[in-house]
């Protein structure tokens, strides 16, 4: 079969299929021969050898693609009204693309200009109490105001009622979920979800159709929730529950943590309580999360769903990577920028003067050539000028 008749989502499929490699390493390899060039073997000389550290089994998955499971995913992910927001699409989360292990293809139903909208997490307790999903519920109506999305998981307790709160407003919300579209869970929330949708909201899961919930996809989950957002506002939960992962997620990811606190008696505070002993911003009231993002309104760190589409990152890589090849990298003006303590990314924007999307896509770049590396909080430079 000839390759070159397969269309992009295709391609990243069978990238995102290579067993055991991690996901940096598979955008290194697009980078270095481009995404088509790595499953295009019939005219010329494989790109790809065990020099390139793959494994056996690894370049199989290269050289022979399950083409045919490639085309079912695609085809059941079509029956059940989701399309693909592959990493170079242009919908593809410009803030997800910051964590360590961003996923190569999202399954997505509904709005997808909500996925570079600015958006705050909410997370907490399956068995929420009472007082606390109504706390749940009117912050986020309170922040679809100030037009920030709510992101959550669909889970019962504070996530639903997050949403629910997000709802009552026209700003829109989106639920990241841990099964593939085909299906919802918990199913009691069937309804919920088909008002997420009705409502211009979002639904996105980076499993395929078909993958059932099971216990070791919440954690990867949790991870997306708090990517996608600037930062992640916990209002009931447990010492050891999903939402403290989400938390850990979040400042692993640069992003702030918010908890609301309860009475010492009640045992699903405890989770809150133990992250504002840690740092985390006690929040009583709507103003304390706004009052955090004072620079909200700079629209060269954060994307509303009303700007026009960014370009496909691929464009941008490319034209990051032209720019740069002409003038060295070690000469690159935006390594400039990058100092050798911690330097968050809105640091590096802020003195480039570059858009944050070209900013994300350059750091890429030199993080790729050696010369700076991602740590948690920002990047540091590993080389001199």
């Avoid at 989360?93 to 190569?104: A, E, S, W």
Wanted: glycine share 8%.
């Amino acid at each position: 079969m000839n390759n070159n008749s397969k269309s992009n989502n295709e391609y990243w499929l069978a990238l995102r299929l290579v067993p055991r490699l991690a996901t940096h390493k598979k955008i290194a390899l697009v980078e270095t021969f481009g995404l088509t060039a790595l499953f295009s073997f019939n005219d010329k000389p494989s790109v790809l050898t065990s020099a390139n550290g793959l494994s056996v089994k690894q370049l199989g998955a290269f050289y022979r693609p399950n083409w045919q499971q490639i085309s079912q995913i695609i085809q059941d992910s079509a029956s059940c009204n989701s399309e693909l927001i592959c990493f170079d699409h242009a919908y593809y989360p410009q803030l997800l693309k910051q964590i360590y292990d961003p996923p190569l293809v999202l399954f997505l139903q509904g709005n997808a200009l909500l996925l570079n909208a600015r958006q705050l997490a909410v997370v907490g307790s399956r068995a929420a109490s009472a007082g606390g999903r109504d706390t749940a519920f009117s912050l986020c109506q309170q922040l679809a105001q100030y037009s920030f999305v709510i992101t959550s998981g669909l889970a019962l307790g504070i996530d639903a009622a997050a949403h629910r709160g997000a709802l009552s407003e026209s700003t829109g919300t989106i639920a990241v979920v841990a099964t593939g579209l085909d299906q919802v869970y918990p199913a009691r929330h069937r309804s919920l979800a088909e008002q997420i949708i009705k409502s211009g909201g979002a639904i996105i899961s980076e499993f395929v159709p078909g993958t059932p919930a099971r216990a070791g996809h919440f954690p990867k989950r949790n991870r997306l929730i708090s990517g996608l957002s600037l930062g992640v506002l916990v209002v009931e939960a447990e010492l050891k529950s999903g939402s403290l992962i989400t938390a850990r997620c979040a400042l692993e990811q640069n992003r702030d943590v918010f908890a609301i606190p309860s009475s010492i008696e009640n045992p699903q505070a405890k989770g809150c309580h133990w992250l504002i002993k840690q740092g985390a911003k006690l929040v009583e009231q709507c103003a304390d999360i706004i009052d955090e993002f004072a620079f909200a309104d700079k629209p060269s760190l954060h994307l509303k769903s009303d700007e026009p589409p960014l370009k496909p990152v691929e464009q941008g890589i490319n034209k990051g990577a032209n720019e740069i090849n002409q003038k060295g990298l070690c000469n690159d003006a935006l390594l400039a920028s990058v100092g050798f303590e911690i330097t968050p990314v809105d640091k590096v924007v802020s003195r480039s003067e570059l858009p944050v999307e070209e900013v994300l896509t350059r750091l890429i770049m030199l993080e790729l050539s050696g010369l700076v590396t991602a740590v948690p909080g920002g990047y540091i430079r590993t080389q001199s000028i």
